[in-house]
Nanobody, 125 residues
Framework: QVQLVESGGGLVQAGGSLRLSCAASGGTFSNYGMGWFRQAPGKERDFVASINWSAYATSYANSVKGRFTISRDNAKRTVYLQMNSLKPEDTAVYYC??????????????????WGQGTQVTVSS
């Protein structure tokens, strides 16, 4: 059984940075695409970024492009989300997810099979 555990969330001022981590246990981490999603209060879960199995290909939501960077370390079974130039509208619970049906990246939450419990990111103005 795959388990994903996010960490690194917290409170930061606008313009600041945070680095989220998502550690995976169980399954074969290096074969599959990974993604980050976020959900703000009262809103639907939105795509943030995704990465293919080798880290060669990535995809970003337009709202975070140029500010966020997704990466992975298959030896450590961990995917990261470096968030720079944070804005109050980035405030949300951030979730990592694994797609065990494909090694490619995807922005569609329906493509993901396993989800972490989420980590809160709060950006103050």
């Amino acid at each position: 059984q795959v388990q994903l555990v996010e960490s690194g969330g917290g409170l930061v001022q606008a313009g600041g940075s945070l680095r989220l981590s998502c550690a995976a246990s169980g399954g074969t981490f290096s074969n599959y695409g990974m993604g980050w999603f976020r959900q703000a209060p009262g809103k639907e879960r939105d795509f943030v970024a995704s990465i293919n199995w080798s880290a060669y290909a990535t995809s970003y939501a337009n709202s975070v492009k140029g500010r966020f960077t997704i990466s992975r370390d298959n030896a450590k079974r961990t995917v990261y989300l470096q968030m720079n130039s944070l804005k109050p509208e980035d405030t949300a619970v951030y979730y990592c997810a694994q797609n065990v049906r494909s090694s490619y990246y995807s922005g569609d939450s329906d493509d993901y099979d396993y989800w972490g419990q989420g980590t809160q990111v709060t950006v103050s103005s």
